[in-house]
């Protein structure tokens, strides 16, 4: 019995052993940064001017971080591609395939979060006792939290704005934007009278859009304060009327050939196709290069629903967000390389030579900031209407993100060429918006 104990004890000792060595083979040691060269990747969706501009930035780094590091950046298209992709590596399992870090706007909020492979910033605070998040803009910060999480910290930044054609609409009596969809309406038989053929304005109502319209009259579209608290699971603005109220001053406005029932775009703006548009504040810049001349420009705060909604529009952009790859190495050369695109300098330059709004406090300050801001007053009809803009506010997180946005957009689009009811595109788009909900909880939660 003692041999039998004796072997069995050695046994014992030896699978533990055998345990030991293999958990130390699969721990990632931790390694001083700077102490040896890490390569990170990181996936972009940054096009165009900021696509050049992020060159700049990523080859800067490279050449001048003093640990070693080197960016492998990758453009993944637009952030629907990006979040696809995403997606598809995560239900496929294939973690490696993900990047160190990743540019993220708020279609890919949940999938992010529910990954089982977020570093979040709170994560990173904690680990590197390193909080940073007094650093950013309040509004800004706060897009991209879920569940009292924050995942990532800002990076482009920017709200939807209206630009305005002033040429145009000084020759039909206008020397202001409208300010309501009833102004616009106006508008509309102003240039009717002055024999002007342009379209007044043009668009398609979508997630975005609507979060915004329907925040304008205390409402969120859907509940847990647009999904940033908790999942959502219905509809916040039926019983309230506020969607009720936006389908009837939007309707009156196609009604009255003041608002075309598809989305005009910044080219057709350019070629003075069409008097106003609503899009990004971070558009300024290009806008103008485009333009170059050939009509005064004017930008205005977000078109209101009516004379009793709110001034405002939530915060719109990206994120920047980090992966748990469970190498300590590539995980704290992640961390600066977010802390140096979103620090005071890059933020800066990104702001000036784009339109967005700069997401750390200290780049507001800078003497740069504040000269264009005084040259040009189209800078700071951003950052005012975010100041205007109430702090209940939130962009819309929802799981299912693309039918939700799809659902929204035909469900006015039906209304209007049907010419149906307000009432009944109420039930339509209701029910199939929460149809959307449901489903997403029946198969996820």
């Not at 900021?50 to 637009?78: H, P, R, S, W």
């Not at 050939?294 to 967000?321: E, H, I, P, Q």
Request: proline residues 3%; hydrophobic residues 35%; charged residues 20%.
């Amino acid at each position: 019995m003692k041999k039998i104990a004796s072997t069995m004890l050695l046994l014992a000792l030896s699978l533990s052993l055998v345990f030991a060595q293999g958990s130390q083979e699969k721990a990632s040691p931790s390694v001083e940064l700077g102490s040896e060269p890490v390569t990170i990747t990181f996936w972009h969706c940054a096009s165009d001017d900021a696509g050049l501009l992020m060159d700049k930035y990523i080859k800067d780094f490279n050449e001048n971080n003093q640990y070693k590091i080197t960016v492998n950046a990758i453009y993944q298209g637009q952030y629907s591609d990006a979040t696809t992709l995403m997606k598809t590596i995560i239900s496929a399992e294939n973690y490696k395939e993900l990047p160190d870090m990743m540019q993220l706007d708020a279609t890919g909020k949940v999938d992010y979060y529910n990954s089982g492979k977020a570093f979040t910033i709170d994560d990173a605070v904690k680990e590197y006792s390193d909080d940073v998040k007094g650093d950013y803009v309040e509004a800004a910060l706060g897009n991209w939290q879920f569940k009292g999480t924050q995942l990532g910290l800002p990076f482009a930044s920017s709200t939807t704005i209206t630009f305005y054609n002033a040429d145009l609409l000084a020759l039909a009596g206008w020397d202001h934007c409208p300010d309501t969809f009833q102004d616009v309406i106006a508008l509309k038989k102003d240039m009717e009278k002055a024999g002007l053929s342009a379209a007044t304005y043009g668009t398609v109502p979508s997630t975005p859009t609507l979060a915004n319209w329907l925040g304008q009259l205390g409402s969120y579209v859907v509940n847990n304060s647009n999904g940033s608290e908790s999942t959502a699971t219905k509809l916040d603005c039926i019983d309230n009327g506020a969607l009720k109220t936006f389908l009837t001053e939007w309707k009156a406005m196609y009604d009255n050939g003041a608002v075309m029932n598809q989305s005009l775009s910044v080219n057709q703006f350019i070629n003075g196709e069409v008097a106003i548009v609503t899009n990004s504040s971070s558009n300024v810049n290009a806008i103008l290069e485009k333009v170059n001349g050939k009509f005064n420009v004017g930008a205005s705060t977000f078109l209101r629903v009516n004379d009793s909604a709110s001034y405002g529009a939530t915060v719109s952009g990206s994120c920047l967000v980090m992966f748990d790859s469970s190498d300590s190495l590539k995980k704290k050369a992640t961390w600066e390389f977010m802390k140096y695109l979103t620090g005071k300098d890059v933020q800066t330059d990104f702001a000036i030579n784009t339109g967005y709004i700069p997401s750390n406090k200290a780049s507001v300050q800078t003497e740069e900031y504040q000269t264009l801001l005084a040259s040009n007053p189209m800078y700071k009809v951003g950052p005012e209407q975010l100041e205007k803009t109430p702090s209940s506010m939130r962009s819309v997180t929802v799981g299912p993100s693309a039918d939700f946005y799809y659902g929204i957009m035909n469900g006015v689009s039906d209304m209007l060429k049907n010419n149906s009811s307000v009432d009944d595109a109420l039930l339509s788009i209701s029910t199939n918006l929460q149809g959307l909900l449901d489903q997403y909880a029946r198969n996820n939660m």
